[in-house]
């Protein structure tokens, strides 16, 4: 059963990686002749001084899209675990922006936050009449927050089983020891959404490192290179400097990294986080 899987990986993940790092050691412009250039395209990669600010871009934008989606999620989850027949429905509600296309979305919030024509203008509100998309702080900031509005449903369906895995018994017994709602969140909720929690924060980190399409049409890097991410570099690099040398290093920095902080995170889970949750409850 676990061949037709084996085959589908090795073939779309193996083979690629494999012919990504080949492109490494090449010098293509994705049209002609490839030919062999050895480390020639590693040391422009590494000398560029813009990748040092594209990997703090990166990472300050999956900081804080971890920042913001994780206690977000936690509590949209909780609140969904409920036996209420309304949340039912709310549900497939909160559910629908990850339903949407990036690019639609991209191009949605990007109309709704124009100074000119968009939301604020349009409704004379002074807060939203800024230059939302023209300032690098306000610029990482909308990138962050619709990156969050996307994926919050998301993580909030993963919290949302958690929950519902523990046992009612727990609750139970802390309400007959007094315990009020907030207590019994902070003392049975979160304990027992630790490998829950290392699931989630593994999917906002790796993913944070694919974050293209959002950002290319909501800011396309800008306003200078403030939102310029990886995935965004090495797009530009690949794509509209037709260096695919390059590119396909940079592509290798991105799997690398990915791989390191997803290591790092099973490391903080104890590495046991394929056992239950409720171990030793």
């Known amino acids: ?32 002749d490839i030919q062999f250039s050895g480390f020639t395209s590693w040391r422009a990669v590494l000398a560029d001084p813009g990748l040092p ?26 609140f969904l675990a409920g036996a209420q027949r309304y949340r039912a429905l709310l549900s497939v509600l909160y559910f629908i922006p990850l339903l949407l296309s990036s690019a639609a979305i991209a191009i949605t919030y990007k109309a709704l936050l124009d100074p000119n024509f968009g939301l604020g203008a349009g409704l004379k509100i002074g807060l939203l009449t800024q230059d939302w998309l023209g300032r690098p702080g306000l610029a990482v900031g909308v990138v962050v927050f619709v990156v969050s509005w996307q994926f919050i449903p998301f993580h909030s369906l993963i919290y949302q089983g958690g929950v519902r895995q523990i046992p009612r018994s727990m609750y139970e017994a802390a309400e007959l020891d007094g315990a009020g709602r907030i207590r019994k969140f902070f003392s049975i909720t979160l304990p027992q959404l630790k490998y829950t929690m290392i699931t989630s924060s593994t999917l906002v980190v790796v993913g944070s490192l694919t974050f293209f399409d959002l950002i290319f049409v909501l800011t396309a890097g800008g306003p200078g290179d403030a939102t310029r991410v ?52």
């Open 53 to 78: 600010h594209a990997l703090y871009v990166t990472f300050l934008i999956m900081a804080l899209s971890w920042l913001v989606q994780t206690p977000a999620s936690i509590l949209l989850g909780v």
């Open 230 to 281: 990886l995935a965004l570099d090495m797009y530009k690099r690949g794509f509209q400097a037709n260096l695919m040398g390059p590119a396909s290093a940079i592509a290798l920095i991105l799997v690398f990294v990915g791989l390191v902080l997803s290591l790092l995170l099973r490391r903080l889970g104890g590495g046991k986080s394929d056992t239950s949750q409720l171990e030793g409850a």
């Open 1 to 32: 059963m676990t061949v037709p899987a084996l085959v589908f990986f090795v073939g779309f993940g193996v083979v690629p990686l494999i012919g990504v790092l080949a492109l490494s050691f090449t010098t293509w412009d994705g049209i002609g």
